[in-house]
Structures are given as structure tokens and as C-alpha cells.
């Protein structure tokens, strides 16, 4: 940890529905993210794994300011991210940015490129005309697109354009961190790796720091510094991208190691486990993986296990009392 | 499908083939038809003043009911001796007035209050919503009546009045639209580059939401005029001696029978006013409203069209293959343009065997499996060449019934997203009992029964408490369990999977596929199997097709293949995936895109994008070639062994 962190996420926790109704019934809630702790530091990317459901979406969403958390702190060079959020969002959308999954839902479709890439730059960092301009060639030559796209409306580009032009305007306002929310999950595989090497570019270009949330493990292997991975709303482990993937601690990131499809390899899973997830109006009191996992003990059922290291290295962190490979407690 | 076929460079500017609006609203001959009544209406009405018509309010009480064609009197006179044509004028004038403006009042408050109802949401739209609710609880004719009591009788406190009773319809549409946009990325793409809320409704909501109010206002104007004739009809709108149409019929009520023509010639005034308006009201729906655009109301058929024009009976099928796809050319006619979706597929599978089709979209792998039992939308597709051989028998010539019979039974589907083939309305008992009895002669219980083996089959645990659910209280993982057992239900010889697990998780994604990949072995079916992932198809496939632009690249047993492929493009595909446990290696992204199917090159496909491309490439078609047993290549100057591109 040489580097200060400028990111840093501190118990975290997002509730969706909940309080009373007017006759005092207490109403469902859902815990979409609960004790999240982390921290990005400058430059790196921080790769966030987990299946649908786990909360990697609301936790992208709290980070750019889209939602609030109802618990826990959000700071970006020591800056609360929450405060910025209700006082001053364009402070803070000039610092975050957010990249969609979904390219062509994100563009507005009665807009041409070029009014949707210009916004930011009159109401974030208020260009005059001629420096939009400029920074209109800049921003077209960074995602690797000819000048001629800015007068096209969305429907006349294909998803991978529209996901640069989405990078664009992430872009304009020259943000320090970027929260890419599966860029490049409905983007066909050879354009994928066009928008994520022009990811990696613009990386190194501008200093940014990303990060990166999928479900695709070798996507977020091959960008990542470090990873997340995420389950039932809690990270299950976090450490260095490497060393995750190579030696998982927690069962469960060896089950998404197990379970991604890999050119030429036959599936080594079985075809009837259980792959439910606890209910989440009412979540188990242990790990929320116990019924699914093969380690499980009774202990696992009854409470729930801490974030701590478990192979000897510090940066590497797992929510597990019988951590997979790893010596038992 | 079609949706990759932009344009690939710009080369043709896409804007100059935008659809032109108003010549799509005047290809809708009825559309058109009211259109120019009603223009001819408005223009006549607007130049009343300057028409050589009697003077509308003089009375001349020597003259009064004279019939119709009497000289100086067109259309007679009424009680009073006025002339009929020139009140008629002068009453349609007020009438389109009064419409007009009611309909933009209406739509303005309308469009605001369902707009910001929408786009706050929370209590705000409970309390818009509420008091709109209100207005709606009275009948609209006693709330129009209460208005103009208080306010007093008169055309403009008539306006008001139906204005008012009109800003519900407008709120209401707008509202749920608007709702359904401010939940949309972009608005949360606009509030990260800085817009303020009122910036981001107005700016990025409200062109949205526009041609909305447009087709309600079209379709309002005719209703606002038939209320104030009505109002003043009943003595409430206009007043004495101002002719308005309403005032005019309800004058020639009391002497209907002895003077038809007084109360008959402003009531079909009305009805071809109206009648005009809402035709033309119509039209502009179609053409604005995108899902009429897109072709809603043209049904299709319940099987692709078969137009073959060469003569495909040479064609014989192979002797081991259950499945045998040959020189399939299936196209889509929309507008002008025709797109080759698939243009020549061969594709064959043996018995209990798993084929892969790879390919990004658009190539036309998902076209050409829905080509073989006629599942592919027609208008606007159609089936033009090539033979689909089961066993011996060719799928193209057989009869409707046949086909029928043998879809769900013989050959069976499973598609990528289980939710929405899965019917939400009825349980998965009804569902798969249905798909059991759709082909054999068993009685519900029975049917009951091997839909529980079914489930068993599938390993869906306590098969029969979950024959009484209804899928969405399922997950994903176990909807696409259902859909397997539903092909399986009638021992299907070939199951046709279209990225079966694409919309799942990986660890649900592994399960599905080792279970298919048992139940193949166990009951012997051949599965062509579609997708898009290399990591999926060494999962469970023999063997692998790859295509590209409409056509089979190259295909061999999936090993061979991912070792040492063939065509460049198949060597570009897997180079350009991630694998996993390889994060080092740098992605080899291919450039450019594919071409548009409706402007297939002559020679290659792939020419353009292809590091080995040569002359020869691009100046004929390619022809396959057979290289080694099981392998074979669409490629001039394949990739050699060992050798990178």
C-alpha cells in the first residue's frame, strides 16, 4: 500500500425498501450492498466479479453518485462522495464518471453525437465554443473514431461506436476515475477487444483509475490490477488479480474459476448443484454461500465469517472459516 | 439478425436513407384521403371572409326554410332565413378553432403535468396523479356542464371547459411514458455530464416524449370537436346568433322532420370533419409511433416462405446424417433492399452429435437455424434456395401439418432467454403437459406424469411441487431446466439451441451445459448448437461451424479447430477472446466490421479485414475446399500451421 488511496469505500451498505407501513407493519427490505470496505488507489484498476444479483451494479451506482448509500461512507480524496452527490453533482461528476453497459440505451436517441459528447463540456467544465471544438477532435481521436461520427444519431452506429462514444464522453471532463459498468458485455467478441484495448490505452494516456465490474472472470483477469469478488451483496475476497485467480481463498471464486468456459476445456462442473441464491428478505445469519458450498461446516451456518488474510499474504483478503486451498482455522 | 447490417464506413451517409415521414404518411392512401379534407376544410374555413358567401347572421325571415340547390341559397335556409352554406363555413371555422385550441391547451397542461409527474415520481406523482384521478371520477360531459354552469354559457368558457376535461387523457399517456424514460440510462448518462433536472426533462425527455403527444393530440382534435358541438348543442357552447356546427344541429332539431336539411347538413359536416381528422390522426400514429414502424401489424405467417427458384431437387442428402442443412439461402425483403442472411449454408449433424454454429451477430447462425423448421419471420423473410434434409425428407417441400407435427417433437428448440419463451400465465405443469399432449394421444394424468419424469430428468429437484409454479418464481438456471425437459418431452432426434446459456450466470452456464451434454448421450439426439463463445463450444460440441457474413467459414472437429485454425477470420476470433489464466496476453483486436448483407462483396467477405487478403480474393466467390478428413476451409490462402496472422 506505497500509494494513498483515492478511492475509498468504508462499510458501505445500500437498503431498497424497508421502513413501515402506515399501520406500522414493518415492509421488506433488500440489502443490495452491505459492509462493503474497499479501496482503489491511483492508477490501478480494480476489477469487481460477481453474478447477477450480488450488488456489483448498486455498488457502481454509489460510487458515481447515481444512488445513495444508506449506510457507510464513500470518499474520493478524502472528499464525501455522498455530500458532493446531493450538493455539488457536477463537482463530483467532473472527478467520476461512468461508462454503461448497454451503449445504445445510454445515448439519447433524438440527439447527434455531437450534442450528447458537448454536454459535459458546457455543463461540467463550461468551454466556450471553439475549445468544445478542439476538445470535440480530441476526444473523437482518443476512442479511435473519425470526426464524421459526431453529426450521426445513435441508431446509426453499431454498439461497439456507441460504447466509444459512451468512453467519449466518460472522457470530456477529464474525470480521475471511471466506473466501467460491463463495458463490453453486449459488445460481440471482436469489437470487445477493440473497446477494451482502447480501454487500456486511454488508461496509461490520461492516468486514469478504473474500475471495472463484469461478470466475464477472463475479461476482468486480463484489465485488472486487483479484484473483487462479490456474492450476495458482500465481498466474499479481494486481493491482487493474480493471486486471486491463481490461488482462490474463497470457495466461491473457485467455483466462477471452475465454471468460466475456456477455449479447450471440457466443464468440470456438476450438472445439478445447487445454484440458488439465499433469499434476500431474508438472508441467512452465515455465509450467504453455505448451502452452496463444499467446505461448509456448522460453523459457516450460524456466523458470518470476516474479511481477513488467509494465505499469509496481507493484501489478500477472504470472508471464509475454511478457505479453499488455504490452512483451515 | 439484421441489426449489425449498418453501414460499415462512411462511405454512404446513413442520414440520406432516414425515412422520410411524410412520404411513408401519404403511402396510407386512407391517411391521405383526410388528410386533404381536411385541408380543403381548413382553407375554406380560414378564407371565409373572403369568399363571396351571404352574410351568416342576417336574418331574413321571408326566405326562411328554403330546400336545398334554391338559387342564391346552395343549401337553403334555416328557420330564420339564414343561409346554411355560409353558416356552415363560418360554423366549421369556429368548430376548428375551438378544437385546435381546446386540443393545444389540453396537451400543454397535459404534457406538464404528466411530464414532471413522471420524472419525480415519489409523492410529487402521487399528489399530480391523484388530483388527476379526480377529473377522471366525473363523467367528462357533467364536469365540462359543472364548468360552464359556474362559469356561465359562451364558446370560450366552453374551450375551458373541455380543456380541462381533456388534461387527464394527455397526463395520463405522457406520465407512464415519461416513467418508463427517466428510469432509461441516457437521462443517467445526462445527469453525469452535468444537467440539472429541469435541463434533463425538457431537454433530454421531452424530445422523447413528443411524438406521443403528437399522436394524442391527433387523435384528440376530432373527440374535442364533437364535445363542443356538443356542448353547444345543448345550448351551453356558442351563443345566438354565432353559428358554430353543435348550435346549428341543435337549432334544427325541433323541425328534423319538416326541414331535414337544417339539422342534416352540419351533422354530416361533423361527420366528415371528424371522420377526416381521425384518418388522418391514424396516419400520423403509424408513422410516428416506432413499434407500428418496426411492423407489429403485419403478422407473419405461421411458417417461412419457401421460394426457391433454382432447382434444389438435385439435392440428396447424406447417408449418415440426421440433420443435413445444403446450400441454404434464406433472405429478408424490407423495402428495397434485400439482405442475404444466409447465402449458401451447409451444415449436417450426425446421430446424438453436437455441432457448434459460431459466429458474432449478424453473421446469420441464428437465421439459418430457424430457417430449417420455417420459424423465421415471414414477410419479411423468405427461404429462396437450398434443402433441409431430416432423415430423407426434405423440411422445404413438406407440407404445413408435417411441419407442425415434427416441430416440439422430432426437432426441438431451446432459445436464450427462458423468461420470455416461457409462457407467464400459466404453471409449468400446464406448460409442459401441453407440449406432451400437443403430439401424443395420452390423457392428462398420464401427461402429468411424464412431464414429472421430465422434471426428474433435468435434475430439477421435487419435481412435483414444482409442476404448480409459474416460472417467474424461478430462477433463470431452472427456467432453462423447463425448456430443455420441453424439448426433450416427445424424444426429439435434433434439438436446435440459440445461445442457450448466453443469459446465464457462469456457474449456471457450466451446469446447464454438462447437463445437456449428458442428456445427449443418454437419449441420443443431435444438438446444433448456437453461440457465440469458444469457451462454450469446446464445453460441449464435436464439432464447429464458423460463420461469417451469411456464410460457413470453415468446420472441423472442435479440438482441430481451436488448435490450429483454418481461415484467418476463425484465427482473428479466437485471438481476440481473453482466456482466462492467460491475463498477459494481448488482445488482437480485428478491425473494421463486417459487411452489410443487402452489399455482400463479390469475392471474400472477410477480404477487407483479413491480413492475408490477395487480389484473387476478391474476384470470385470462394469455393470450399476440403484439406483433411472432417476439415474444410471458404479460404483462398488459409492459415498454415503454427503460422500467426
Redesign the interface.
Known sequence: MSEPALLTIDRAERVFGGGRTIFGMPKPAVHAVQDVSLEVRKGETLGVVG??GCGKSTLARLI?G?DRPTGGSITLDGRDIVQDADKN??KL??KV??V???PV???????TVRT?LT??L???IGLNRQGQERRLEELMEAVNL?P??L??YPH???G?QAQRI?IA??L??DPEVIVLDEPVSAL???????V??ILDDLKTRFGLTYVFIS?D???V??VSDRVAVMYFGRIAEIGP??EV?RNPNHPYTH???????????????????N???PDPYNPPPGCAFFARCPNATGRCGESRPALEAKSGEATHLAACYHPHGGKEE | MTEAAVSPAPKARATARRPDSIRLLLNNSLATGGFFILVTMALVALAAPFLPLADPDVTAPANRLMPPFSPDHFLGTDALGRDILSRIVWGTRVSLAVGLSATVIAAFFGSLIGLVAGYAAGRVDSVLMRGIDMIMAFPYILLALAIVAVLGPGLLNALYAIAVVNIPFFARSIRGITLGLSRREFVDAARLSGKSNAQILFIEVLPNVLPVIIITMSTTIGWMILETAGLSFLGLGAQPPQADLGSMLGEGRKILFTAPHVSVVPGLMILVLVMSINLFGDGVRDVLDPRLKSGVLTRPVARTTVDRKDASSGLKPRADAILDVQDLRTEFHLGGTVYKAAGGVDLHLAQGECLGVVGESGSGKSVSAMSIMGLVPSPPGRIVGGAAFLGNEDLFSASDERIRQLRGADVSHVFQDPLSTLHPLFTIGDQLTEAILAHRQVSGSEAMKIAEDLLNLVRIPNPSERLKVYPHELSGGMRQRICIAMALANDARVMIADEPTTALDVTVQAQILSLMNTLRHERDAAILFITHDFGVVSAICDRVAVMYAGKVVETGATQEILNSPAHPYTAKLIDCVPVLGEPERRLDAIEGRPPMVNNLPQGCAFADRCPKAQADCRAAPIPVTEFAEGRSVRCLHPVKEGEHV
Do not use: M, W
Open positions: 453474478e447477477s458515481v447515481l453533482p457536477r461528476a467532473r464518471q461512468y454503461f453497459q448497454d440505451s445510454s445515448l439519447n436517441p433524438r440527439k450528447i454536454a459535459p458546457i455543463h461540467l473519425t464524421e461520427f453529426d450521426r446509426e452506429i453499431s461497439g459512451g464522453r466518460a470530456a471532463a460481440d467478441v471482436s469489437v470487445q477487444a477493440q477494451l484495448n461478470h472472470l477472463s475479461v483477469e486480463s488479480a493474480r485467480f467455483l466462477l474459476l471452475q465454471s468460466a468456459p475456456a477455449p479447450g476445456r471440457r466443464s468440470l462442473v456438476p450438472e445439478d448443484a445454484t440458488e441464491l
